[in-house]
């Protein structure tokens, strides 16, 4: 599958991008998985904001990098999302290798933590990340945190 990548601060992404950010989040983790919550946490505002779009120019993959200390007093990788109609095909795994390329580009080989939703921790441990603490539940969704292990 052919993606092009942007990645911008909150400040310079168009009022069209925003909404096409923000419509892919509430139609994976609102609607399709179900969970009430409030999408807009003002985290937004100070992240890099990572946008996947298909040679259409439909944005099919997104995910926001996080400066240290705006969530976490390390750098974190957040709101990892592909479009339903391409999962299996590997986008998911091409996310992650551009979010992390990304985050080192911007902040180096610092410290990454991530809140991982449970069901996708050998996921997330291919890219070298490891468990830290217990399994607990977000909007009814078993999530855990984790951590990047640079030296793997």
């Known amino acids: 599958m052919q993606i092009s ?35 807009n946490d003002y985290l937004d505002v100070d992240s890099y904001h990572l946008m996947g779009y298909d040679a259409k120019g439909k944005l099919m993959a997104y995910a926001r990098i996080l400066p240290p200390g705006v969530d976490y007093s390390e750098a974190s990788i957040g709101r990892v999302v592909t479009q339903p109609a391409v999962r299996g095909t590997g986008l998911g795994k091409m996310l992650m290798q551009e979010a992390i390329k990304e985050l080192i580009r911007i902040f180096g080989k610092v410290p990454v933590k991530i809140k991982a939703q449970y069901y996708l921790l050998k996921f997330y441990m291919s890219f070298g990340f490891v468990p830290k603490g217990n399994v607990f539940m977000e909007d009814a969704i078993e999530h855990i945190e984790m951590v990047m292990q640079w030296d793997r």
Do not use: G, H, M, S
């Not at 994976?28 to 998985?33: I, K, M, S």
């Open 5 to 39: 990548w942007a990645i911008k601060p909150f400040n310079a992404l168009t009022i069209y991008e925003l909404y096409e950010i923000l419509e892919l989040r509430q139609r994976v983790f609102v609607l399709e998985q179900q969970c009430a919550f409030i999408d």
